[in-house]
């Protein structure tokens, strides 16, 4: 059914191939040939990402149908060719990888599978107020995580090493260096710390008093000294006066 005439068939695919020998004397014969071809030589590929940003716990796989067994696995990125001649590779960072796969007839099969990674795992922590008052509580912080893979753990301490909880914002603290270890899904983890402020001290005031001179008159005053706490001050007198040196006083009691 090749339409050939010569005593042998080189070259030709898979099929049934029938062939006619006539003699001289017309004498016939008649037989036929089945050439047999392996199945379709493909692959299918599959990939586990990198699980945390910069690192090297990717891998490739590739699952070889149809060809004839053994084969050979020459993988290979954009800057190197691996030594690895099987079906899988491990440990490996985000990139493209090829494989090149040729079975024992020498057909080959090629394909490609790409390895990703997450993006940095980050924060960002903001003030959004000090301490008010010397030893108080009304610090507020706000922490941003960033990258990774969501959703995130939280572990925070202060300065001291005392736990304050796993909200992502801190609100109601004193003044301290806050640190916090941010988690992620893949176990991926960055730890970032922020100072809360307070005045350097507590207000404290000194007065000075100068008496009334003479029974009846406003000769009196009062000068204060205030110290600490964090400037500029507001003043109020029961006199209604709004300063911290007041003057022209009689006897009486002010606060």
Known sequence: NSGSSTEDLVNIPAGNYNVSISDYNNCTSSSSYEINQPPLLNGEMSANNVACFGDGSGSVSIAIVGGESPF???????????????PSMFNLSAEVYNVVVTDNNGCIYTDNIEIIEPTELN???????NVDCFGGSDGELDLTPIGGSPPYTLS???SQGAPY????????????VYSVAIT??????????????QPSTA???????????????????????IQG???PFQISWSNGQETNAISNLTADNYT
């Open 72 to 86: 050979d696995y020459s993988w290979y990125n954009t800057t190197t060719l691996f030594a690895q001649n099987q």
């Open 123 to 129: 924060g960002n922590i903001t003030t959004i107020s």
């Open 156 to 158: 925070w301490i202060n």
């Open 165 to 176: 909880g796993s909200d992502e914002d801190l609100n109601d603290i004193p003044a301290s």
């Open 184 to 197: 992620d899904y893949n176990l991926c983890a960055y730890e970032i710390g922020h100072e809360i402020f």
């Open 203 to 225: 207000i404290f005031v000194e007065s000075q008093i100068t008496n009334v001179k003479c029974f009846g008159e406003n000769t009196g005053a009062i000068d204060l000294n």
């Open 229 to 231: 706490g964090t400037s």
